[in-house]
């Protein structure tokens, strides 16, 4: 596609929005500015290509199509069939797995349909079989009874939000937290590392029906062959939510044991983070697990977004290119080089370092909170999100720590020296945050000052980076 092509048609899509409602045009013009304008270093964001992001605005929104591909609830949808079948084909060759549902709308619904998948496979299937049913209809109200009163009553391990965790791998104010009896598994205290023996010893004492491993903000990787061998010791379902690291396992940069996909049940993922595609999500399985999971509509899900699984195809078609491959592997060096360009300059990181795409940078050393740091970063132009760390002083809400990610920079072109230079200025602007107090006089956990002609300064260093690799190089809005 060239530039001009690619040019024209945002500029002439905006026109066309703008005709309806200008301020939506508007707000999206100045998100790209935005975007153009800042360094995004949020680990679980990304730049899609223009391709990935035209294929969402058409009419495939306009069409109901709740079933799976071949077995709609409504009539016409031979057109969405084609685009489930080449994203659900694209997915399973990229991934190498047995089964992939590309419907989920998000990530959480991609955890929902795969839990509900779990506990259709491995409680109310046999269920159903001893008592002779087909489907719940068939149950008497007593026996739904106690089938619901199972459903309601499994037991899932994950690992806590503290650690790197995620909402929905059974943090309490979640559904996971409520809808299962939950444990988490945390890091060793001292090493800020998964510690796998005693995961093995949690599960021995717990037996859970699922086991969860996955992470939203653990700058290590995970051996998936030894999580696999502690679900089979105590009869577990290995349930992976590889959402923020699918971009690396697409890319070949996680392999063996360090590869979900032959080692779990089931896997779950997004689709924009590091794998580059639209917001949405997916589920990876066995066959074993393949008609259950293909249940998530109706089990969990209404229709499915028709245009957002066309998207799905074309950045899942992408990930297959050659091309990926290199960019997985440059996001994983770029996460090597900012974390170098901390510990360098006497930051401390939780684990000491990283070997996935992403960095836990604690800024308790500054003498502020995640809040303070994000704030102040925010003021500078450097986009971040506070972060709980393990065994945090500061609460999941004020938080301890900064997540800092290289998925996005490096779609960009950032390479060692920008990674290099960004760890340069997030120090500078961190060492020179002051603390704020509260109107009593107390320290405050959200207030700060920031140095005088600090943000200013960054900047302009920041866009002296930005400048010479430019968001969408070519695209130019009319
Ligand atoms: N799983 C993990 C590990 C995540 O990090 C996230 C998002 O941050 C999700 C699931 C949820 O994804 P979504 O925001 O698309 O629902």
Request: aromatic share 6%; with cysteine.
């Amino acid at each position: 596609m060239t530039d001009a092509l690619i040019s024209s048609a945002y500029s002439q899509a905006l026109e066309v929005i703008a005709s309806v409602e200008p301020r939506i045009a508007a707000a999206t013009r100045q998100e790209l500015a935005d975007q153009r304008g800042s360094l995004k270093l949020i680990a679980s964001e990304n730049y899609a290509s223009p391709a990935v992001l035209l294929t969402m605005g058409t009419w495939l929104s306009d069409k109901y199509a709740e079933g799976t591909v071949g077995h709609r609830f409504y009539a016409g949808c031979q057109n969405v069939d084609t685009v489930e079948t080449v994203a659900a084909e694209h997915a399973r060759e990229l991934f190498g797995a047995e089964y992939a549902y590309v419907q989920p709308h998000s990530g959480i619904d991609a955890n929902l349909v795969a839990f509900w998948s779990i506990l259709a496979h491995r409680v109310e299937a046999p269920a159903l079989a001893n008592l002779g049913a087909k489907n719940v209809n068939e149950l008497t109200d007593a026996d739904w009874e106690t089938l619901r009163h199972e459903l309601g009553n499994q037991r899932l391990l994950g690992m806590s939000l503290d650690a790197g965790g995620h909402l929905t791998h059974g943090f309490r104010p979640n559904i996971s937290g409520k809808m299962f009896h939950q444990q988490q598994y945390g890091t060793d205290p001292e090493t800020g590392l998964l510690d796998y023996d005693a995961v093995a010893a949690k599960a021995r004492e717990f037996k859970p029906l699922i086991l969860v491993a996955g992470y939203s903000a653990y700058p290590r990787r995970v051996n998936f062959a030894k999580m696999r061998e502690i679900a089979d010791e105590v009869g577990a379902t290995l349930m992976v939510d590889m959402a923020h690291f699918a971009g690396l396992v697409a890319g070949k940069v996680f392999t063996g044991d360090e590869d979900p996909v032959p080692h779990a049940h089931v896997v779950t993922t997004t689709t924009h983070k590091s794998l580059r595609g639209p917001r949405g999500g997916m589920v990876l399985a066995t066959e074993e697990y393949a008609p259950s999971v293909d249940r998530g509509c109706p089990m969990v899900l209404g229709g499915p977004l028709s245009h957002v699984m066309a998207a799905k195809a074309v950045a899942l078609a992408e990930a297959r290119q050659d091309s990926f491959r290199g960019y997985a592997q440059k996001v994983a060096d770029n996460a090597q080089s900012l974390a170098e360009g901390f510990t360098s300059r006497g930051a401390r990181l939780v684990t000491g370092g990283t070997d996935n795409h992403l960095v836990l940078l604690d800024v308790t050393s500054f003498g502020l909170t995640g809040r303070q740091a994000e704030s102040a970063l925010l003021d500078a132009g450097v986009v971040t999100n506070r972060n709980s760390i393990p065994a945090d002083p500061n609460g999941a809400w004020y938080t301890s720590g900064i997540r800092l990610g290289t998925p996005a920079l490096t779609t960009r072109g950032f390479g060692h020296d920008e990674f290099d230079r960004v760890a340069e200025l997030i120090v500078h602007v961190l060492a020179n945050t002051q603390p704020g107090t509260t109107k009593a006089g107390g320290p405050s956990k959200a207030s700060y000052a920031l140095g005088d002609g600090v943000a200013a300064k960054v900047k302009d260093a920041s866009a002296e980076l930005l400048d010479k690799h430019p968001l969408y190089p070519g695209l130019e809005l009319s």
